[in-house]
């Protein structure tokens, strides 16, 4: 069945580095989601990306699709401490009139500040 | 307007029972999906209900079922309680809409329910 991994699946940094996450499906995906989960909270929505080779920005994160929509990342530059938590990318798997949404396995953030 | 809402919060169950697990949807939603949460798996797709239909299913086996109710509201139950079936169940509720593709749609998730089967 289709898969979508995410690497790596946990980062620690220094407040004010960087942080990427990779997401990469096994299959093509009609379009990508980002999700952030607080430790002990629940996911939130964060974007969504659907046209091949799109960037978006907010603020400090910046979003990607691949070209080939089977990969995306997140990168986050100058880290904070609010940015601690689970980020989980989420593609939408094709087939059929409707279709789901495929969780990938999520990147642990840990910021030491 | 209020979040999602899931009843209860925690629940603990031996192996073999069953347990029926309450999500109550963002008002005017008509789609909720679950999902199952482990340390290990991450975030599984149980289900999704539109409309008080199922129209995507995830794999896992049919000791997990779920419906839904006229005004939205969704219920999930799970059979014959396993070990392995203790996770963080969670529930999300969107404004997907009959011809829109589920997967275009924002996940508002609720608080979930702690299942720990002993």
């Known amino acids: 069945g289709q898969q979508v991994m995410q690497i790596p699946q946990y980062q620690h940094v220094q407040e004010g580095e960087d942080f990427t996450t990779y997401c990469n499906s096994s299959?093509?995906?009609?379009?990508i989601q980002w999700y952030k989960q607080r430790p002990g909270g629940h996911p939130v929505f964060l974007i969504q990306?659907?046209?091949?080779?799109e960037v978006k920005k907010q603020k400090r994160l910046t979003f990607q699709f691949g070209e080939a929509k089977k990969n995306s990342s997140l990168h986050i530059t100058a880290t904070q401490t609010t940015d601690v938590g689970t980020y989980f990318c989420?593609?939408?798997?094709?087939?059929?009139?409707?279709?789901?949404?495929?969780f990938g396995t999520g990147t642990l953030l840990a910021v030491q500040p | 307007k209020a979040g999602v809402t899931q009843t209860p919060r925690y629940l603990i169950k031996t192996r073999g029972q069953q347990v029926t697990l309450s999500c109550s949807p963002i008002?005017?939603?008509?789609?909720v999906s679950w999902y199952q949460q482990t340390p290990g798996q991450g975030l599984q797709f149980l289900f999704e209900?539109?409309?008080?239909?199922?129209?995507n299913k995830g794999n896992f086996p049919g000791r997990f079922s779920g419906r839904q109710f006229s005004n939205s509201r969704s219920e999930m139950n799970v059979s014959t309680l396993e070990l392995g079936d203790s996770a963080l169940y969670l529930c999300?509720?969107?404004?997907?809409?009959?011809?829109?593709?589920?997967?275009?749609?924002?996940?508002?998730f609720g608080p979930g329910t702690r299942l720990t089967v002993l």
């Open positions: 990306l659907v046209k091949s080779g």
């Open positions: 999300a509720s969107s404004s997907a809409t009959g011809d829109s593709l589920s997967s275009y749609n924002e996940q508002f």
């Open positions: 209900y539109f409309s008080e239909t199922q129209r």
């Open positions: 299959t093509t995906l009609s379009n």
């Open positions: 989420a593609g939408g798997s094709y087939g059929g009139a409707t279709n789901k949404l495929i």
């Open positions: 008002s005017g939603h008509r789609s």
